[in-house]
T-cell receptor, first 108, second 114 residues
Framework: GIQVEQSPPDLILQEGANSTLRCNFS?????LQWFHQNPWGQLINLFY???GTKQNGRLSATTVATERYSLLYISSSQTTDSGVYFC??????????FGEGTQLTVNP | GAVVSQHPSRVICKSGTSVKIECRSL??????MFWYRQFPKQSLMLMAT?????????EQGVEKDKFLINHASLTLSTLTVTSAHPEDSSFYIC??????????FGQGTRLTVV
């Protein structure tokens, strides 16, 4: 099956800093999503981005499908950005495969 | 975005009892519902995939007689943990999709078996 690798596994930032999270995948995909899991466990959709670039406030994402990677940018980070960021991909419309996640801690 | 409502959010049950978790898609038709399990500090582990009106497909190592999944309609899927034991304590979460489109999570259920 498809392999999904996220980096870095852990990231600690000071409030206000910018960061880039990466997701590499081993096969062509027709679906790629970024999710944020908050400290209470809730998973929130950030981006549906099988290709191209999208922005939503301080967050933006870019997927380069031909090179099999996606990047999630967080600018001017806030403590509420803390949590785990997951990348998930799908090749056939039948299931999402998740990476191991990036644990982000933003300190005040 | 679309909403998947999952209940209950937390449940504590005695060993040997069964627990039913419901996921309802509120503003779209979830033709497929995925059920995941997550242990602390780990990623999401797919347990099974259910399509409306058909039997669920279970991942290797997941006991289908223990984790009963029903997807009787396009808006409701249920996971029943039968004869629960402490090792079944975990965070269970559903993910609904209308097909080859964006998928949405329920709020998750934290199950504690005592």
């Amino acid at each position: 099956g498809i392999q999904v690798e996220q980096s870095p596994p852990d990231l600690i930032l000071q409030e206000g800093a910018n960061s880039t999270l990466r997701c590499n995948f081993s096969d062509s995909v027709n679906n790629l999503q970024w999710f944020h899991q908050n400290p209470w466990g809730q998973l929130i959709n950030l981006f549906y981005i099988p290709s191209g670039t999208k922005q939503n406030g301080r967050l933006s994402a870019t997927t380069v499908a031909t090179e099999r990677y996606s990047l999630l940018y967080i600018s001017s980070s806030q403590t509420t950005d803390s949590g785990v960021y997951f990348c998930a991909v799908d090749t056939s419309g039948s299931r999402l495969t998740f990476g191991e996640g990036t644990q982000l801690t933003v300190n005040p | 975005g679309a909403v998947v409502s999952q209940h209950p959010s937390r449940v504590i049950c005695k060993s040997g009892t069964s627990v039913k978790i419901e996921c309802r898609s509120l503003d779209f038709q979830a033709t497929t519902m995925f059920w995941y399990r997550q242990f602390p500090k780990q990623s999401l582990m797919l347990m099974a995939t259910s399509n409306e009106g058909s039997k669920a497909t279970y991942e290797q190592g997941v006991e289908k007689d223990k984790f009963l999944i029903n997807h009787a309609s396009l808006t409701l899927s249920t996971l029943t943990v039968t004869s629960a034991h402490p090792e079944d304590s975990s965070f269970y979460i559903c993910l609904g999709t209308g097909g080859k489109t964006e998928a949405f999570f329920g709020q998750g259920t934290r199950l504690t078996v005592v």
